[in-house]
């Protein structure tokens, strides 16, 4: 089984401060982008910017998804920005470069996403209060809904 903690650890998830939407996804994107080759960053980049936000998706309440097709890695790379809230749970910014060989990976990372974002309930009595937290909700997560 696939476990959202495998993707999403302490070095792929990153606290952002209360930015726009289209701000948190581009710092999402460089942080994913920043160990590749600048001929993988450019092409990456310029596929996002061909389809605009027809990468985002909303999965849930809390979870603002972009990802794109790109060639030369061998592997799914996420990275995830988290961007607290003080009454609920806040909202977690989640890019994905996905190579032709992976998508079939890329699918059961997306449903095992939408089931945590639309399924399970978040909020401890004061909230999620930071990335140590929403990490800590993932385990959970992972451990009780195989």
């Given at each position: ?5 495998d993707?999403l ?6 606290e952002?401060?209360q ?5 948190a996804l581009?710092e ?32 849930g ?7 794109v ?7 799914l790379l996420?990275?995830?920005?988290y961007?607290?809230a003080?009454?609920h ?6 890019f994905?470069?996905?190579?032709e ?6 699918l059961?990372l997306?449903?095992r996403?939408a ?8 909020q ?7 990335v140590?937290?929403l ?8 451990e009780?809904?195989?």
């Open positions: 089984m696939l476990k959202l903690s993707y650890r302490p070095e792929t998830v990153f952002l401060g930015v726009a939407r289209t701000d581009t999402v994107v460089e942080y994913v982008l920043a160990g590749l080759h600048p001929r993988q960053k450019s092409q990456a980049r310029e596929q996002l910017r061909m389809s605009g936000a027809g990468t985002e998706v909303d999965i309440e809390h979870v603002v998804l972009s990802h097709r790109l060639e030369g890695i061998d592997g996420v990275g995830a920005g961007r607290p003080e009454a749970l806040g909202t977690l910014f989640v994905v470069a996905v190579p060989v992976a998508a079939r990976e890329y059961r997306l449903a996403l089931r945590w974002a639309t399924e399970v309930r978040v401890p009595a004061s909230g999620v209060s930071g140590h937290d990490l800590a909700a993932v385990r959970s997560f992972d009780n809904w195989a």
